[in-house]
């Protein structure tokens, strides 16, 4: 394939999708609370008055979804050895999505087992699935709402309400099925499989039959692209021709004009009349080459593979002899190659190009911050020698004990800097900045006295 996928290398998938943790678990709480106003919500406006069954479905949500999470953490202590924040914020979501169907005729265990195997078994085996099978989806938004939705659906036939509760406070209308002595749990269950799949059928059916048309529209753009690519070969054969080669190029040109519309605009922009040119050749060649190009970059080509359906391209082709299906080829869904710089990108195209310099510019970002994380440890070792080194001046400067010639060989590098010591301030000054020393008292007191307070309590000013 000639643009990089999602499973075409091991090693690069590793980190194809490094979710930013803060803003996935705000999101997931952020969906969590709307949830109650989904559920609860959703029972007061079917039966207004019905308060204790609104409580009693957000209580089952909230068991539901801290089950779920607790059901994910335990499958990434089992199997993965790691804590995934996604798995777990996922694992979470999964318990809201399967408690949905039944939160009013659902018990609070019952709750709890649902949203437990929806975090521990349901989401994981839904996730693993979409991998083996290679389908692409980064978020694992289907093993979220759709398995688990699924579950939930099937759930809502193994649930068993507390009823002698519930009577005493009013039963809502599904509760009321539930509570009644000819329910039966097989045929409940028989009829959840059945509107399962009747969703399933009905979800399907329109979408493909929308991305269908789209796919269609798309295929034949790349057909159109095949003339375009024709007619450049075709464009490029005209110079030097004879008169009957010629002939053949025009003939060749017209069919290529009559199947595409960007080459049919382009060609009558420099001379073409329909069969052949006013002078025999473009008026300016080098430009309806430019042009040609700029065309099949920038509105033809395509990042989504069409070529993967071959019998959606056998039907195409046979159709794209039609005027008007060719111009309802327009209204398409057109995924830019520069679309790419977002997920993987490939090296060898314009994209591609631009993806790997916002890589490179990245690298060098973060090593200039590498760099200035160092620079702080080396200020301060300056720092701490100038510091010792003011001390030393200023016992000396009040006549205490002299500053050993060891100790001045040791920082002699560092005081060459500075100017001469201010005994009015207590600061060395530099071209570099100032340092202030902290040592109590001033000159007149006696060094016993200085030296039994406390050296080193901060630095003010700044080096560098």
Same mark, same amino acid.
């Given at each position: ?39 609860? *919500? ?19 949500? &909230?068991?539901?979804?801290? /089950?779920?999470?607790?059901? @994910? %953490? ?21 318990? #809201?999505?399967?408690? &949905?169907?039944?939160?009013?005729? +659902?018990?609070?265990?019952?709750? !709890? ?9 349901? %989401? ?11 389908l692409d989806d980064p978020v694992d938004a289907v093993p979220v709402h759709a398995a688990s939705g699924l579950f939930g659906i099937l759930a809502v036939g193994l649930c068993f309400p ?14 009321? !099925? ?7 749990? *097989? ?20 979408? %493909? ?20 690519? =024709?007619? $450049?070969?075709?464009?490029?054969? #005209? ?22 519309? &960007? ?23 080098? +430009? ?6 700029? /065309?099949?970059?920038? @509105?033809?080509?395509?990042? #989504? ?33 520069? /679309? ?15 993806? !790997?310099?916002?890589?490179?510019? /990245? *690298? ?17 070792? =300056? ?41 009015? &301030?207590?600061? %060395?000054? @530099? ?5 202030? +020393? $902290? ?10 006295? =200085?030296?039994? $307070?406390?050296?080193?309590? *901060? ?6």
């Amino acid at each position: 394939a000639r643009w990089q996928r999602r499973f075409d290398n091991a090693e690069r998938d590793k980190a194809e999708f490094q979710p930013c943790n803060y803003l996935q678990v705000m999101g997931m709480f952020i969906l969590w609370v709307g949830w109650y106003g989904f559920n609860a *919500g959703g029972s007061l406006t079917a039966q207004p008055g019905s308060s204790h069954t609104a409580g009693l479905v957000a209580w089952n949500t &909230t068991v539901a979804a801290a /089950a779920g999470g607790f059901g @994910s %953490y335990l499958y990434l202590y089992g199997f993965r050895l790691n804590l995934d924040v996604g798995f777990l914020c996922n694992g979470l979501l999964s318990g #809201l999505v399967s408690i &949905t169907a039944c939160c009013d005729v +659902s018990t609070p265990l019952t709750s !709890m087992l649902i949203g437990l195997l929806a975090g521990l078994v349901v %989401y994981p085996m839904a996730s693993n699935g979409m991998r083996r099978l290679r389908l692409d989806d980064p978020v694992d938004a289907v093993p979220v709402h759709a398995a688990s939705g699924l579950f939930g659906i099937l759930a809502v036939g193994l649930c068993f309400p507390d009823c002698a509760a519930l009577r005493e406070k009013g039963l809502s209308e599904a509760q009321s !099925m539930f509570c009644r002595e000819e329910h039966h749990v *097989g045929k409940q269950l028989l009829a959840q499989l059945l509107g399962g799949v009747v969703i399933i059928a009905w979800t399907f059916l329109i979408s %493909y039959a929308f991305w269908l048309l789209l796919a269609a529209a798309e295929c034949v753009r790349a057909l159109e692209l095949e003339q375009v690519n =024709r007619a $450049q070969n075709l464009l490029r054969q #005209l110079t030097g021709q004879g008169a009957l080669s010629k002939s053949k190029v025009h003939q060749d040109l017209e069919s290529a004009a009559h199947l595409s519309r &960007t080459v049919r605009r382009a060609l009558k922009e420099h001379g073409w009349t329909g069969s052949r040119f006013l002078l025999g050749q473009p008026q300016d060649l080098v +430009s309806l080459l430019t042009k040609l190009q700029q /065309a099949q970059f920038g @509105s033809l080509e395509t990042a #989504l593979e069409t070529e993967v359906c071959a019998p959606l391209r056998i039907l195409v082709r046979c159709c794209s002899s039609w005027w008007l299906f060719r111009e309802l080829a327009f209204a398409r869904l057109r995924i830019h190659p520069w /679309a790419e710089i977002s997920g993987l990108g490939a090296a060898e195209t314009d994209g591609g190009k631009l993806y !790997m310099a916002i890589q490179r510019a /990245a *690298g060098q970002i973060a090593e200039l911050r590498s760099q200035t994380h160092a620079e702080p440890l080396q200020t301060e070792v =300056r720092e701490l020698g100038m510091l010792v080194r003011s001390q030393e001046l200023k016992t000396d400067a009040t006549g205490c004990v002299a500053p050993s010639l060891d100790h001045a060989e040791v920082f002699e590098p560092v005081f060459e800097a500075f100017e001469p010591y201010s005994r009015e &301030t207590g600061i %060395y000054r @530099s071209n570099a900045g100032s340092v202030e +020393s $902290q040592w109590g008292g001033d000159f007149t007191r006696s060094c016993h006295l =200085r030296h039994r $307070q406390q050296p080193m309590q *901060g630095m003010k000013g700044k080096i560098g």
